[in-house]
């Protein structure tokens, strides 16, 4: 229980912490808002490299837990930030609106997330939970002179602040069962109050929390507007790096908290599963904006991503952590292509023709909504597989059958983008001149999704690794 | 054997296409130089199994395995038998007839084009030589992007509607045998691997389950009626080069399926539902040959007679006794052969004219008399004379069917009747009857069309003067499969 070890378990979030407040101060100072951002990315450099460091274990009173399961989404939340840097500079300084608080920002809502990850008491989930959402809703209004983008912010903080009221009034009902907000506590104390009527109320107030934070139907609302609003990189950023906290959240707390009523929760999330992947897919269908149809691919996405915990096995566990990290790379990449074409790319309309004036962007684009179909051979299939193989073993057929049809639905729609890019006619010409980061965002992401389609053996031998310290 | 052929006539093609990834857009010469230099060296570098095939042989032959996936138990596994060994062989030689026959016809973003065709012809050959599930339904998915494209970008006028038609068909039917492999691979002890599966036996109720979602997959592939709508669509639109892929190849896919995997995995409930498929197969033949009366379109014309073709494959395949399956392969083949031919020729006509309605025709015997041969030879072996392969094929289908049921053999020898009708009045239309002014002065085939055609005109009379060449490949494997459906 000694001090000094707490403090060297949470070593990568100190670190954070002060690199981020460094930034911060240094953005009055640095008047190059291209040395900020590269001073965010070697921040969240120094503390993956932390993060590799850190021994497994708890801390400060078993708030805080250090594993391979919250490395495994860590690396998630550096990868994604760092990309969405990438993709920020060209973006903001085209806006007007090139401030060094944006990178600020991200690092803090990166730590935010960091903690979600890493916590094993629902007091710091909350508090971490809030500093992700903080952050990111003054990230979404940061277009101040864009009105579409102080809708979306004053929504996401209006919506984000009921589904904060329902996490804590979740939490408190499970502390009044309990008497401890401790997750291995309260899973001992659950065994003889299976069913209780109060419990049921707590968890359907925890579940809607986060089922808000993942944008699972029927709390999707939100993300269609505000995706659209929200500064292009950004977007980006939240269709993955808060969708995947939000994993993380659900699978700790529902396995391990709440693993006495797995039956309950198994129903719950199924419903939602259910709900998500057939609004999503459908509704995506209908979109003209490419933004607001990503961000109905994201809904989508999330009840995919949820099969693996309703399958609740490890392997379930381990999939779900596969297609997030995967989901990273290939809609990450998906909004990079939308950044880089910028106003010229808002609008799926714009996008005909661009096979022809930009062979090398279009054919980036369609690798990406081929991966986003689950199409081999790119990364999205082998996410999807195994997605079906771990709910499939646990007897979910049914489940699958549905999630493999809706599968069949999105193609009309990422494949729409495809058939506009090489199958129509230019209406007008345009020029793209992404910048070195942008280059280097999509060439990693590209990459990625390539490697991981042709041989994800490694990336699945990363999740195992993680799951089972 | 020197180098693992499999494996080369599978990469060589990615390799070209890669290749030409790097080239100048405006290179076009050397491009369409380029992707035939490749196709042709693909098709070299597999005539090792023509040559060294051993036919007293009924197991996997040309066998690679490698560790791909070790944590799902997934390999890199390819082989062929005498049911597979010919597809191979069949699709990459149809790889070079179709740069050839692009070669003037696409004018538009050529450099993808051929890389598209690159790719089609990789996976194509993956898919019938791969024995690892996961690797082959890779394949099986993988090829659908390059083929939805070929159809979408160079097709016709309707060419967005058929592609996403086909795209939409074919994955929802994937996507449900994706769900099969997966069970399969949780009741089968972990494995994907294709043979170790057919070595297990399967309780009844779950076959007829996995049967079902199989059947989904290959089924719309064949095409089986009533999904055969996308067919029709797709081949009418698609460009010259992708009509023959889908006739020659494509198709082709669904009916190995059925061979490769429902028939031995799920023995017992392939016999249970035998007769469902045989009258699906008489539908398909007798529906497909009927709509052929009444087109008005020459591609969509040939594309509806593959449909009643295909029935006949199914038909074989379902009589599960050696003569009925060794003429469903067979047949397959041969419609690979002829059909590809026939969209090669009507390409070669569209290519002068750009008009695929039969009425813009007449007469073409007196303006293309070499043209009228090539054509002639093909519809002959479309509707069995005897002396050409379609004979040999039908008749065994036909043999094999009588044996299974003898209303379907009866039912499938009108087809046959059908099949002359529609064959014979639509050479009559165009060929003959008085010359159309539309096509006075068009110039008769050149040497390079006649090159692209000769190659088929070989096999075509091959097949149907000493079928054995081709039928000793596929005797010891076939029997294997109909001692296991015993």
Known sequence: MDFSRDMALIKPELWLTGLAIIVLLLELIIKKKEVIAFLGIIAIAVTAFIVLNVAPGLAFKEMYISDGYSMFFKFIF???????ILLSMRYLRNENVHYGEYYSLLLFSVLGMSFMASSNDLILLYLGTELMALSIYVLTGFKRYDARSNEAALKYFLLGAFSSALLLYGISYIYLLTGTT???????????????????????????????KIAAVPFHMWSPDVYEGAPTPITAFMSVGPKAAGFAVIGRVFIIALGSIAVDWKTVLMVLSVLTMIVGNV???????????????SIAHSGYALLGIIAGTPEGIRSTMLYLFIYAFMNIGAFAIVTILGREGELISDYEGLGKIEPLWAAIMLIFMF??????????????????MSVINAGYTGLAILAVIMSAVSAYFYLRVVMLMYMKEPSRTISVSPNLPEALAVTITTGLVLLMGVSPYYFIEFAKVSMSL | MAYPVLSTVIFLPVVGALILLLMGRRQELAIKWFSLIFTVLTFVVSLPLFLNFDKTRSDMQFVEVFEWIPAWNIKYYLGVDGISVLFVLLSALLGPLCVLISWHSIKDKIKEFYIALLLIEAAMIGVFSALDFFLFYVFWEAMLIPMYLIIGVWGGPRRIYSAIKFFLYTLAGSVLMLVGIIVLYFNGGHTFDILSLMSQKFPYKLQLILFWAFFAAFAVKVPMWPVHTWLPDAHTEAPTAGSVILAGILIKMGAYGFLRFSLPLFPDATKAMAPVMLTLSIIAIIYGGLICLVQSDLKRLIAYSSVSHMGFVTLGIFALNQQGLEGGILQMINHGIVTGALFLLVGVIYDRSHSREISHYGGVATVLPVYAGFFMVFTLASIGLPGLNGFIGEFLIILGGFKASRLAGALAATGIIIGAAYMLWLYQRVFFEEVNPHIKGYKDMDLREIITLAPLVVLVVWIGVYPNTFLSFMHESVKQLVIKLQ
Request: hydrophobic share 55%; no cysteine.
């Open chain 1, 283 to 297: 509704l995506a269908i209908s979109q003209t904006n490419i933004k607001r149809m990503l961000a109905y691919s």
């Open chain 1, 182 to 212: 401790n997750l291995r506590e309260i899973a001992e104390r659950l065994i003889s109050e299976s069913s209780e009527p109060v419990l049921m109320i707590a968890l359907l107030f925890l579940a809607s929390a986060f089922a808000f």
């Open chain 1, 371 to 388: 991966s986003l179909t689950g199409i081999p051979p790119t990364a999205g299939f082998v996410g999807k597989f195994y997605l079906f």
């Open chain 1, 78 to 84: 550096f990868i994604s930030s760092i990309l969405t």
